[in-house]
């Protein structure tokens, strides 16, 4: 059965998706995530869909369910590569895609986990009582 | 006057068949020159149809057609199966109304990336939607 | 048509052509700025050809009938041409009409010993040439609005340039009104220019805008959203008081936006998320 790779990079996990995308497809893609991310005790997730060039209101719920799931394990996930027709369909639909961070590219991407880390980190570092929302 | 220029059915009846037919309507799209955005709206819209076909009429068919009016271009997509039929569609066209588990995007989200929309349904017997989009 | 008229017609069908010419030539209207004499003979020489042709092969005038598309479709080509060449549709609908009348003077010479033929022949022409006006007329104006649509396009393409301000930073200054196929064509070339550039920031300045109404907000709020989806902040800026309050007004929600009055004050929002600053240089003044 068709799998899409996940890649470690450190602390963070890479997913590039190149083919469109059937339900199947993605659904094993949530799950295999969600085992990795526990697996790996990542603190990241970066999904690029610059191929992608059709997301629907399926293909969307799974990637908003893979940033919902990832958080409660205490992962922050970033979407980059977003085609700008994706973008506007996607708004158009009425799915903003809320909760999910976003970055022009992989680069980018990396370097809003590492901010984003960093300042959890920080937090904890310092003993805040504030808890980021 | 909207006139149909090319026919093209397909079967929809695997989770799969839901790549091949939006392949076969982006080659469509691609020969009459849609833009981009236009193609994504429609490819899109169609996907939520197929799904929703899949999900609730175990499948059913798809036509494509290329349609014209004047100088405008366009695509025709009627979606027809047999399947249980939608009760209310005033309520199924409602956003985030959903009988199953998904966000209940699917039909309203599908009107609004099309230029027009139509859908028909009979209890017991299928339903019917009908998308089109313009070129430009 | 009778045999009688078809035969007349076909054998003067060089008599039409000159009365025809003469017609137009002695017409206020002529343009001759516009067309020479000789292309306007050879016009009127094709279209007298297909339509006599098609007068005496049948007996039909019903327009709507195939052999008339020959006529049709020269006919439509003329009027075309002269809506692209500028000509008034005054001047376009004489080219007509004088047909009319060559057509007629013919007629009326040759079966003038016939008065019922010649009154039934007239009227079948009548009602003929009259089709051919609403034609000519249809086409015209569909000339016309080609022209009109090609200058929209036009400007729709030139008056939304994406400007690179900085390293990482677009602007896009829109001027006019915005309406829907416009801000389309906005968004489309902003998030484009978006991926091209990899810039994190985009500008939409809207100081040219005169009005904001419900629509174009809408509009406004789906590009910021779509730009935020592909991982760039989008601002707002050049809003003027007048905006804002219809804005508010409207019960528009701009809360999560980010919007700013000016352009300078956008772009120093801009330099300050991208931790750059902008000093004034010290001068050293030399002894």
């Not at chain 3, 309406?179 to 920031?201: C, F, K, N, P």
Request: proline letters at 2%; glycine letters at 8%; aromatic letters at 4%.
């Amino acid at each position: 059965m068709d799998r899409i790779p996940i890649l470690r990079m450190g602390s963070f996990l890479l997913v590039t998706i190149q083919v469109d995308l059937y339900d199947r497809l993605a659904l094993t893609l949530e799950a295999d995530l969600v085992q990795m991310v526990n697996k790996t005790q990542a603190k990241g997730v970066l999904i690029d869909i610059s191929a992608v060039s059709i997301v629907d209101s399926f293909m969307g719920r799974i990637v908003g369910n893979i940033a919902s799931m990832s958080k409660i394990l205490d992962a922050e996930t970033v979407v980059v590569g977003m085609q700008p027709a994706v973008a506007i369909t996607l708004i158009e639909l009425g799915l903003p895609l809320k909760g999910v961070h976003t970055a022009l590219d992989v680069e980018k991407g990396m370097a809003l986990l590492k901010t984003m880390i960093g300042d959890e980190e920080a937090d904890e570092s310092e003993e805040d009582d504030s808890v980021a929302e | 006057m909207i006139l149909s220029l090319s026919k093209d059915s397909v079967s929809i009846q695997r989770e799969q068949d839901v790549v091949l037919f939006r392949n076969r309507l982006k080659e469509v799209a691609v020969k009459i020159k849609m833009g981009l955005l236009n193609q994504t709206r429609l490819i899109t819209a169609s996907s939520e149809i197929v799904r929703n076909m899949l999900r609730y009429a175990d499948g059913g068919i798809g036509l494509i057609e290329v349609v014209s009016r004047g100088r405008d271009n366009g695509i025709r997509i009627t979606f027809t199966d047999q399947g249980p039929g939608i009760a209310d569609i005033s309520l199924a066209m409602r956003d985030g109304y959903s009988t199953g588990k998904s966000l209940g995007l699917g039909l309203p989200g599908s009107k609004r990336l099309v230029d027009e929309f139509d859908i028909k349904s009979k209890m017991g017997e299928g339903t019917i939607v009908m998308l089109l989009k313009w070129t430009r | 048509m009778s045999a009688t008229s078809q035969k007349v017609l076909q054998k003067k069908k060089k008599n039409i052509l000159e009365y025809w010419m003469s017609h137009q030539l002695s017409d206020d209207g002529l343009r001759e700025d516009l067309i020479s004499n000789e292309d306007l003979r050879i016009q009127s020489e094709e279209l007298i050809d297909v339509l006599v042709d098609n007068l005496s092969e049948t007996n039909s005038i019903d327009l709507h009938a195939e052999s008339w598309d020959p006529v049709i479709e020269i006919l439509g080509g003329i009027s075309i041409t002269r809506a692209r060449q500028g000509f008034s549709p005054r001047e376009t609908g004489n080219f007509v009409f004088a047909l009319r009348e060559a057509i007629l003077q013919v007629l009326s010479e040759e079966i003038k010993s016939q008065p019922e033929v010649l009154f039934e022949e007239s009227r079948k022409i009548g009602r003929i040439m009259d089709h051919l006006s609403v034609i000519t007329f249809e086409t015209f104006i569909k000339g016309r609005e080609e022209v009109i649509l090609r200058q929209t396009d036009e400007i729709a393409e030139i008056s939304t340039p994406v400007i690179r301000v900085w390293d990482g930073i677009l602007a896009l200054p829109i001027i006019g009104t915005l309406d829907s196929s416009r801000t389309q064509v906005v968004m489309e070339s902003l998030l484009q220019e978006i991926v091209e550039t990899g810039s994190g920031i985009a500008i939409l300045d809207i100081s040219g805008v005169p009005a904001v109404d419900s629509l174009v907000a809408q509009h406004l709020i789906k590009t910021v959203s779509a730009t935020r989806l592909m991982g760039a902040e989008c601002i707002i800026s050049g809003i003027r008081p007048e905006i804002a309050q219809t804005v508010v007004h409207l019960g528009i929600d701009l809360s999560n936006i980010i919007t700013k009055a000016s352009l300078a004050s956008a772009l120093a929002y801009a330099f300050k998320s991208l931790k750059l600053e902008v000093k004034k240089a010290n001068v050293l003044t030399k002894i």
